[in-house]
């Protein structure tokens, strides 16, 4: 029997350009930089997640803490992640997608109901935004 | 200004051996299975989120569903997810971890009080666990 898990806490993108990066998170979702070196960027995410946005190739050694090393870690390729949104919010993502220039690359209607819009980020990661009615969860 | 989040939704790792990824996450993280096909798992986290794994490779052509497509995305690389856990749960997770033998590559504490523990996944990915104490938010 496993000991229990609260929530998904943190994920990571690793990215070309961390300014880059950076910038289309904040401009397109509003998220709180709350750490920011040469190396990464930590953003806060609705729910009390987080976003770890790292350097490419910037975290392949261990990183020190007075308390002990954080483990390395890299990541290459466009990777998915998915953020949960309000039904009632769907046609103004849509708006400001637009309005932003960032163009829907698909969107989905899934069988219990949720829409899900697709596209990318400067990196070409594939970003989703889900209204409610995707997983038995959700 | 951006239109509202929810929550982080879904993750996704990139694994070899989809079987092998899969009964990982059940017996570590006592995970329940949405979602199993050939290509990918859909595995429920508590806190209403869901760990994609998908079969390195397999996600590499957009994946048609009844009203669009599911767009093309891939990874490689031992990539860097985190979950949060109780702080009363913070030893028995050690002791869960030593139990099924899963080594513990480092154990950092945080200025804000948080405890994280670090270890590996079958696929190198590395895996957090975090008592609150570490974000701003968490």
Redesign the interface.
């Known amino acids: 029997?496993?000991?229990?898990?609260?929530?998904?806490?943190?994920?990571?993108l690793?990215v070309e350009d961390l300014d880059r990066a950076q910038a289309f998170y904040q401009?397109?979702?509003?998220f709180e930089a709350?750490l920011r070196d040469s190396r990464m960027c930590?953003l806060?995410?609705?729910?009390?997640?987080?976003?770890?946005l790292?350097r490419r190739g910037g975290?392949t050694q261990?990183s020190p803490?007075p308390?002990?090393?954080?483990?390395?870690?890299?990541?290459?390729?466009?990777?998915?992640?998915?953020?949960?949104?309000?039904v009632g919010?769907l046609e103004?993502?849509m708006r400001?997608l637009a309005a932003e220039g960032v163009a829907v690359?698909?969107?989905?209607?899934?069988p219990r109901g949720g829409v899900s819009l697709?596209f990318?980020d400067p990196d070409g990661?594939?970003l989703?935004?889900?209204t409610p009615g995707?997983?038995?969860?959700?």
């Not at 401009?27 to 509003?30: E, K, L, P, T, V």
């Not at 002990?68 to 992640?81: C, E, K, T, Y």
């Not at 690359?105 to 899934?110: A, F, G, L, P």
């Open positions: 029997m496993a000991p229990r898990v609260g929530h998904l806490l943190e994920t990571s690793y401009r397109i979702f509003g709350y930590g806060g995410v609705p729910g009390d997640g987080v976003l770890l790292f975290s261990p803490t308390t002990g090393d954080i483990p390395a870690h890299d990541g290459q390729g466009n990777l998915h992640l998915c953020f949960a949104i309000p919010e103004a993502w400001h690359e698909s969107r989905v209607t899934w697709y990318r990661h594939s989703e935004v889900a995707q997983w038995p969860s959700y």
